[in-house]
């Protein structure tokens, strides 16, 4: 099964002009995003962008880096520069309006580029979070403070973008958080301006509030979006949406190396089709809701911004494999760290944490009954996880 960079080798002698936009191509869009390019002038191609990328960094263009593992995305991300440079679909392709921000107060990033196809097509791109801890905090800090500064920030750039352009189509996307950002970005367009929007794709990016998605602006919104979750998906089902979704085949054993969007399969110009999340995922999914919804607005801060600190001081993990790969050890420094909060703090987390198990046996449990009673007395194994 393939990657975005064997759809390079396949489809990358193929111009826009022959075959339009389609969601790979979207996905690649969204992907360069995490790229600092630091402050290009505006209209620089794709293959001039690589060559000065990579000449800042002192490394060669011309050959593809190996990558470490399944969740070294920079280095994938850096790879798919590579070939785009050199492919006839990407190399002409001109980067304009990049924007980057920092809020130093809520340590979180924005970053923003226009990708020009052509002079009637263009997308939008925004950056998601990385693999990183920090990354994944960010993304779960949504579930309590609306909307984010990266969300602000989003629908300021589409708003200026709109207004000072004619492109007949606009296309609108990121990955993770940047998913967010894109829907987001549209539903704060006037009804006037988002009828210019052609597709929002939002790649593995968390929902919204409940508040948000029963807004006017949001149901109108929804029905141009395009969100595509792998079959673990984690990230891509925090919160809530409405959103029409595509489920995909990614390689990765679990929802965080599948998040990589460079780890999701290909064939042809499409996604390779899921029949469904898997169980797993439906799982984390009922039960991040429903631990969220008895969790009060005060305790969703202790818990995100203390866990953080937690994970960050007893593991010295940067990247969510750092955990993944080591998840006893991890789980027991994790434990010992705790331990060493005073009373307070301590007991905050605990009562979280127990809220947080209890409301995960019950959705199991759930489960289990449920597939006992379709068994119709069939003896049924279950692997004990």
């Known amino acids: 099964m393939s990657s975005v960079l064997d759809y390079m080798t396949w489809r990358g002698d193929i111009t826009f002009q022959v075959d339009r936009l389609n969601e790979v191509d979207n996905l690649i869009f969204s992907m360069l995003s995490y790229l600092n390019f630091g402050a290009p002038k505006n209209g620089i191609s794709i293959k001039e962008l690589s060559r000065k990328y990579f000449a800042s960094k002192g490394m060669d263009d011309s050959k593809l880096q190996k990558e470490k593992s399944y969740s070294d995305m920079i280095v994938m991300v850096e790879n798919l520069l590579r070939k785009a440079a050199k492919s006839e679909r990407f190399k002409d392709i001109i980067l304009t309006e990049y924007i980057s921000k920092y809020d130093e107060i809520n340590q979180s990033q924005f970053c923003a580029m226009c990708f020009v196809i052509d002079e009637d097509n263009i997308f939008v791109a925004f950056r998601g979070t990385d693999d990183t801890i920090l990354g994944f905090k960010e993304d779960f800090n949504m579930s309590f403070s609306t909307p984010v500064f990266g969300q602000v920030e989003?629908?300021?750039?589409?708003?200026?973008?709109?207004?000072?352009?004619?492109?007949?189509?606009?296309?609108?996307g990121g990955h993770s958080k940047g998913g967010n950002f894109a829907v987001y970005s549209v539903v704060g367009l006037s009804t006037k301006d988002r009828k210019r929007i052609r597709c929002v794709f939002n790649n593995d990016?968390?929902?919204?509030?409940?508040?948000?998605?029963?807004?006017e602006a949001y149901q109108d919104?929804?029905?141009k979006v395009s969100k595509i979750l792998p079959v673990d998906s984690v990230v891509g089902i925090l919160m809530y949406d409405n959103e029409k979704y595509s489920v995909?085949?990614?390689?990765?054993?679990?929802?965080?190396?599948?998040?990589?969007?460079?780890n999701w399969r290909v064939v042809g110009k499409s996604f390779v089709r899921a029949k469904k999340l898997s169980d797993e995922s439906n799982r984390i999914d009922i039960t991040l809701k429903t631990w969220l919804e008895n969790l009060s607005h005060e305790e969703?801060?202790?818990?995100?911004?203390?866990?953080?600190?937690i994970i960050k001081n007893s593991t010295n993990a940067v990247r969510t494999g750092d955990i993944t790969n080591?998840?006893?050890?991890?789980a027991i420094k994790i434990i010992k760290e705790m331990s060493s909060l005073e009373p307070k703090r301590r007991d905050q987390l605990s009562s979280?944490?127990?809220?947080?198990?209890?409301?995960?046996?019950?959705?199991?449990?759930?489960?289990?009954?449920?597939?006992?009673l379709k068994s119709k007395g069939r003896k049924i194994r279950f692997d004990r996880k």
């Open 154 to 172: 989003s629908a300021k750039y589409l708003k200026r973008i709109i207004e000072n352009n004619s492109y007949k189509n606009i296309y609108v």
């Open 300 to 309: 969703r801060v202790i818990f995100v911004d203390e866990f953080y600190e």
């Open 205 to 215: 990016g968390p929902g919204f509030s409940k508040e948000m998605i029963e807004s």
């Open 326 to 330: 080591k998840k006893l050890k991890s």
């Open 221 to 223: 919104t929804v029905k």
């Open 248 to 262: 995909i085949e990614a390689i990765g054993n679990n929802g965080f190396i599948q998040h990589n969007g460079m």
């Open 352 to 372: 979280i944490f127990s809220l947080f198990l209890k409301t995960d046996f019950e959705m199991r449990t759930k489960k289990k009954k449920s597939i006992l």
